[in-house]
């Protein structure tokens, strides 16, 4: 009885503590992105000059996040979460009081770095404190905070821009930041399990410049068509190095990042399912909002609106998931989600255009609740046979798959409107639409991944308790 209150504070108050930092980072980005026509202003810069604060944190993210795991193994856990959170909230203060452009944008690199050791080493933390048969209400826990941050944002972003200093903007992460750090310190325990290990210069350079030029050439997609053939070819050179990495890996005694884990299969099956029906869903909003605005004519702010349907689901998908994954337990359940959340993709294209706006914002609360069980339940299942010796390489590569999925989403979903609009579709509309099928298409492949689970697959994390 007495390890009973043990047991419930790393299933709730450590989940809580290491999800402030994804808390900042989604509410960073999003109050950014509605502060910079201001910031530029302010500045005295236009808008497109300040698209380098976008640019140099994600060069920042993509060199710290593949030594995450080398940095959590060297110093514990504990200690490098604390510092990662130490360097983020540096970083703020840091963009709030830059004087210039330059500096702002020196700063925002700074952020970066912290940003990108952040959520690896958040998970490690986690996986080491909590007991395997806690981790589906754990996981829960964790990734409910982090949801607050787009819904919150971009409304929080416009009330400082409009009353306050845009210095404001980073500065709103500084009281969260210190919360974290006051917490950390009283209550995660000193970890004392360190691996020491030479750091792997080759492997640093490949993977982190491979990254860096795929999550670059991202954005370029958008762009015109002599950039967007450039950026395909950034993508290509970007995975091109991170393939280069693995077969270095693979060859190396010590890399970077160990690929063994890659040999549990419930974990490789989470990170390439879980991977193809991240890309998948991340293409639903910006495809559905073209839909919305074109076929409906409804405002930009009537679009966001639908959309946040999809966050309210998310989060209110967080205090059932866990009754959910154990009454049908993971197999059943990723295989059935991944259908029903391609369905209501397909659905949403072919029928959007004519269904009463109440309807689309109620099949979008669905999607985000289906979506939220969906990766509660990958994120709990993951890591259930990983050996703590391997949880620090198993959280980055989940963390890298995560970004470049989400990437590689938008560039699917642009990818398929410019082909289906060179084939001759009668409207863009059309071929959005039909680009959104494609996308749920793509989305269901997800369940082959799936399917190769055992019928019992982590069972034992699934625990007895339903909340």
């Not at 390890?3 to 402030?20: D, H, K």
């Not at 202003?41 to 640019?55: C, H, Q, Y």
């Not at 549990?264 to 639903?284: E, H, P, Q």
């Not at 979506?371 to 339940?377: D, K, L, N």
Request: glycine content about 10%.
């Amino acid at each position: 009885m007495s390890e009973t209150p043990v047991i419930q504070r790393a299933t709730r108050i450590v989940p809580l503590i290491v999800a402030c930092p994804l808390f900042m980072v989604n509410l960073d980005s999003s109050i950014l992105l509605t502060a910079i026509p201001t910031m530029a202003k302010s500045l005295g810069v236009d808008a497109v000059s300040l698209t380098p604060l976008i640019s140099a944190y994600l060069i920042a993210l993509a060199v710290s996040m593949p030594v995450s795991g080398w940095f959590s193994d060297r110093l514990g856990g504990r200690q490098a979460f604390i510092g990662a959170v130490v360097i983020f909230t540096l970083g703020s203060l840091l963009c709030a009081f830059a004087p210039t452009l330059p500096l702002l944008i020196a700063a925002r690199v700074v952020q970066g770095l912290g940003g990108g050791l952040m959520t690896p080493v958040a998970r490690i933390v986690l996986l080491k404190a909590v007991p395997k048969s806690e981790l589906v209400s754990a996981m829960a826990w964790y990734t409910t905070p982090a949801l607050l941050g787009p819904v919150i944002g971009p409304s929080l972003g416009g009330v400082i821009v409009e009353h306050l200093s845009w210095s404001f903007v980073f500065l709103v992460n500084i009281p969260f930041g210190l919360l974290t750090l006051f917490a950390s310190l009283a209550i995660l325990k000193r970890d004392e399990e360190k691996i020491s290990r030479p750091f792997d210069v080759t492997g640093f350079l490949l993977l982190s410049t491979g990254l860096v030029v795929a999550l670059l050439s991202f954005d370029g997609i958008n762009a015109g068509d002599s950039r967007a053939l450039l950026a395909l070819l950034g993508i290509g050179i970007g995975l091109s190095l991170v393939f280069a990495y693995t077969c270095h890996a693979v060859r190396t005694g010590k890399p970077l990042i160990g690929l063994s884990v890659l040999g549990d299969k419930i974990y490789a099956s989470t990170l390439w399912g879980g991977s193809v029906f991240r890309l998948g869903t991340a293409a639903l909003p910006f495809l559905l909002s073209i839909v919305l605005q074109g076929e409906r004519h409804l405002t930009p702010s009537n679009v966001g609106f639908l959309l946040s349907c999809m966050a309210f689901g998310a989060m209110s998908a967080k205090p059932v998931a866990p009754v959910i994954i154990r009454r049908l337990g993971y197999r059943t359940l990723l295989v059935g989600n991944a259908a029903v959340s391609s369905l209501i993709m397909a659905w949403l294209a072919l029928a959007s255009a004519s269904s009463p706006v109440w309807l689309i914002g109620l099949v979008l609360t669905v999607s985000g609740l289906s979506r939220s069980v969906q990766f509660t339940a990958l994120n709990s299942l993951a890591y259930y046979s990983v050996p703590n010796s391997e949880v620090a390489s198993a959280s980055t590569l989940q963390s890298i798959a995560q970004q470049v999925s989400i990437g590689f989403g938008v560039v699917l979903a642009n990818l398929f409107v410019g082909g289906l609009g060179a084939a001759g579709m009668p409207t863009e509309q059309h071929a959005v639409a039909y680009a959104l099928v494609a996308i749920a298409l793509v989305c269901a492949t997800s369940i082959g991944p799936f399917c190769g689970l055992d019928k019992d697959a982590g069972q034992a994390a699934l625990g007895e308790r339903s909340s």
